[in-house]
C-alpha cells in the first residue's frame, strides 16, 4: 500500500458537491433518517424517562448531523405494556413524554430548522385500555365489532382458543376475556388487542387519527406492523413449519399464512395514501410513508405501488446476520435494488429498537461498515440513535427486563427475545447517567460503557464514528449517490465492494472486508477503478487516515476494517 499526500482537489470537489446538492421534492431519496426512541434519547424532567422536551432541547444535534428527518417511535396515551406501542389514545401525548403543546413547540423548532418530522402510527391494535376496547368488552355500539372477537371451541366440555394462532410475543394470539365471554384476538402482547379491518367504522376512526397529526404538521408515518392489519376471516389454523427445537408456543412454529400478508392491506394503504396526498399538496411536500412489515421480497416491493415511498428494508438485520457471506450480501442488494419499481428508491436501515444493535450484531470493527453501505448504496438511509456513535447493546439480567418479549419468554430464554439491550439511554457525555438524565436511576440502565463512548469525547475527535457519520451523510448528498450508476462487486469471497460511477464526476468506492483477519487486496482489477484514489473515510479502528492516497492495485486491509475511496 502506498500512502501518499493529501488529495485536497478532491476533497474540495466533495465538500463542493455535497453543498450543492439541491433541496429536492424527493427529500428522502438522498437522505438519512434518524429513528428517536423517546424514552430513552433525552430526558428534560428528571424521572429517568425521555420526553419530548428532551428530543426538542437536542435537535440541534440533527442539524450538526445533517439528517434530514427525525422518526419518533410512539408517544401517544399509554399504559406502556408495549413501550407505547400499546395505544389508548391516539390523538393526544402520553404525560411521560409530555403535553400536545410540547409536540408543537418540537415541530415549530425543527421546521425552523430544516428538519422534519416523520411519527410511528400503529394502527394493528390498541391498548385494553382504550376506551373503544373497554366498550367493545361491553358490547357497547358502535364498538362491540371493533376488534376481533370470537367463541372458544368446545372439545369434550373445555372451551379452547378459536384456532392454533401464536403471538409474536409468545403463546396463543387468543385471549379469553370472561366479561364478554368470548375470545379476542393480540398478535402481539395480551395488552395489545388486534383492531378489527372488516369494519368500516374502525376504518374510519384510524383515518381521523392520521388527519388529527396531519393537522399538527407531521412530514409522514412510519405505519408500524402494517402487514398483520387483516387476517383471513375464517379463521384457520395456520400450518406447523418443522422447528422442534422452538418451544411450542413460539411464534415461529408456524407459517402465518393467514395471520399476516393478506391482499386488502395494499387496498387500505392506497387510502392512507390518498389522506396524505392532499395534505402534501396543502404543503407542497410529498407527505412520506414508512410501512414496517417482515417479509418476502415480492410482498416488500407492492407495498411501493400501494403508496409506501420506504416500504422498510430490514436485509442488514434479518435474515442476514455475522455468518451471511459475501455471496448472500452483494445477492440480496442486487436483487432489492432490481425489483424496485420505477420511479421508486431503495431504503437501507441500520438499526432500529427491534434488533440487536448493529454494533453488537456485527461487532465493532464491521459495525461501521455497514453505515458505509447504507450512505454508498442509493436511496434512503435509516439509522436508530445512537447508531452515529457506536453505541452497543447492554446486556440485562431477566431481573433487569422490562419488555414484553423478553419477560414473556422466561429467565431461560429471555436472551434470545429481549430487546431491552438496544433500548439503553443515550450516551451524551461521561457525567451522571451518560448526560440523558440528572437521575442516576433510569427506565433502563445506562451503558457502563459511557464513561467513554459518548457524543461529547467523539465530537472532539476527528476519527471517532460520529465524525464518519456525518461525512457520510455529506456523501450521501453528492448528486453521484442519487444518479450514478451502482455495482457491488465481490473480491473473491471475502471483500464486497460497492462502486458508483458517473460521467465527468470522479467515483466513489465502499470496501468491506469481511474477514477476521487483513487481506491485501487488488481492487482496481477487480472493480475497474482509478490507479490512485483517496480516502474519504475509513472504519473506526482500521488505522486507516482520511485523505491519503491509496495505490488501488494494492490495498490493506485490516480485518473487518471498511473503507470509502474516491478519484
Ligand atoms: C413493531 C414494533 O417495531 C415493535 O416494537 C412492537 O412491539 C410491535 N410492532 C407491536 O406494535
Ligand atoms: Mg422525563
Redesign the pocket.
Known amino acids: 500500500m502506498s500512502i501518499r499526500f493529501l488529495s485536497l482537489a478532491l476533497l474540495v470537489i466533495f465538500v463542493q458537491q455535497a453543498a450543492a446538492a439541491s433541496k429536492t421534492k424527493e427529500w428522502w431519496k438522498d437522505a438519512f433518517i434518524y429513528q428517536i426512541y423517546p424514552r430513552s434519547f433525552m430526558d428534560s424532567d428528571g424521572d429517568g424517562v425521555g420526553d419530548l422536551k428532551g428530543i426538542t432541547s437536542k435537535l440541534e444535534h440533527f442539524v450538526d448531523l445533517n439528517v434530514s428527518a427525525i422518526w419518533i417511535s410512539p408517544i401517544y396515551v399509554s399504559p406502556m405494556a408495549?413501550f407505547g406501542?400499546d395505544v389508548s389514545n391516539f390523538t393526544d401525548v402520553d404525560p411521560t413524554f409530555g403535553t400536545i403543546m410540547d409536540f408543537a413547540n418540537l415541530t415549530a423548532k425543527a421546521k425552523a430548522l430544516g428538519l422534519r418530522v416523520i411519527l410511528d402510527f400503529?394502527p394493528?391494535?390498541t391498548s385494553d385500555k382504550h376506551p373503544w376496547f373497554l366498550n367493545s368488552v361491553k358490547k357497547v355500539k358502535p364498538y362491540d365489532d371493533y376488534y376481533v372477537w370470537m367463541d372458544g371451541k368446545l372439545v369434550n366440555g373445555t372451551t379452547y382458543p378459536p384456532n392454533n394462532w401464536l403471538s409474536v410475543f409468545g403463546g396463543s394470539a387468543w385471549k379469553f376475556n370472561a366479561e364478554r365471554g368470548q375470545y379476542y384476538l393480540h398478535q402481539?402482547a395480551t395488552g395489545?388487542p388486534d383492531l378489527n379491518y372488516h369494519n368500516l367504522a374502525v376504518i374510519a376512526e384510524i383515518e381521523a387519527a392520521l388527519t388529527f397529526w396531519l393537522d399538527h404538521g407531521v412530514d409522514g408515518f412510519r405505519i408500524?406492523?402494517i402487514n398483520y392489519l387483516f387476517e383471513d376471516t375464517e379463521y384457520p389454523d395456520e400450518p406447523e413449519l418443522w422447528k422442534p427445537d422452538l418451544p411450542a408456543d413460539d411464534y415461529d412454529r408456524l407459517d402465518h399464512i393467514y395471520s399476516r400478508d393478506q391482499v386488502e392491506t395494499y387496498t387500505l394503504l392506497k387510502a392512507w395514501r390518498k389522506v396524505l396526498d392532499t395534505h402534501s399538496k396543502k404543503d407542497k411536500e410529498t407527505k412520506i410513508l414508512l410501512t414496517?412489515a417482515y417479509t418476502n421480497l415480492p410482498l416488500t416491493m407492492q407495498y411501493y405501488d400501494a403508496g409506501s415511498n420506504i416500504p422498510m428494508n430490514f436485509m442488514f438485520m434479518t435474515p442476514l446476520d455475522n455468518r451471511s457471506t459475501t455471496r448472500d450480501f452483494k445477492r440480496n442488494i442486487d436483487t432489492w435494488i432490481n425489483n424496485v419499481p420505477k420511479g421508486h428508491s431503495p431504503n437501507w436501515i441500520v438499526g432500529?429498537?427491534?434488533q440487536h444493535r448493529v454494533a453488537t450484531r456485527y461487532g465493532r470493527k464491521r459495525a461501521d461498515g455497514f453505515l458505509m453501505l447504507s450512505a454508498v448504496l442509493p436511496g434512503t438511509g435509516i439509522i436508530y440513535y445512537g447508531d452515529e456513535i457506536g453505541m452497543e447493546d447492554r446486556n440485562m439480567t431477566f431481573k433487569e427486563t422490562v419488555d414484553p418479549a423478553g419477560c414473556n419468554a422466561g429467565s431461560q430464554r429471555y436472551r434470545l427475545k429481549s430487546?431491552d439491550p438496544e433500548r439503553t439511554p443515550y450516551q451524551w457525555d461521561n457525567t451522571t447517567s451518560a448526560g440523558f438524565s440528572v437521575n442516576n436511576k433510569t427506565w433502563l440502565p445506562v451503558n457502563p460503557n459511557y464513561k467513554t463512548l459518548n457524543l461529547a469525547a467523539q465530537k472532539t475527535d476527528p476519527s471517532s464514528h460520529y465524525s464518519l457519520f456525518k461525512k457520510l451523510v455529506a456523501l450521501k448528498k453528492m448528486p453521484i449517490m442519487d444518479t450514478g450508476e451502482v455495482q457491488v462487486i465481490l473480491v473473491g469471497y471475502e471483500v464486497m465492494g460497492v462502486v458508483r460511477k458517473l460521467p465527468d464526476t470522479p467515483p466513489v468506492v465502499l470496501l468491506m472486508n469481511f474477514e477476521s483477519y487483513a487481506l491485501v487486496i487488488d481492487a482496481r482489477t477487480w472493480m475497474n477503478i482509478p490507479e490512485e484514489m483517496t480516502v474519504l473515510v475509513a472504519s473506526v479502528g482500521s488505522g486507516i487516515p482520511s485523505g491519503v492516497v491509496m495505490d488501488t492495485t494494492e490495498i490493506l486491509l485490516p480485518a473487518g476494517a471498511s473503507v470509502i475511496l474516491m478519484g
Open positions: 408495549d406501542y400503529v394493528n391494535h402481539f395489545q408500524d406492523a414496517e432500529n429498537h427491534d430487546r
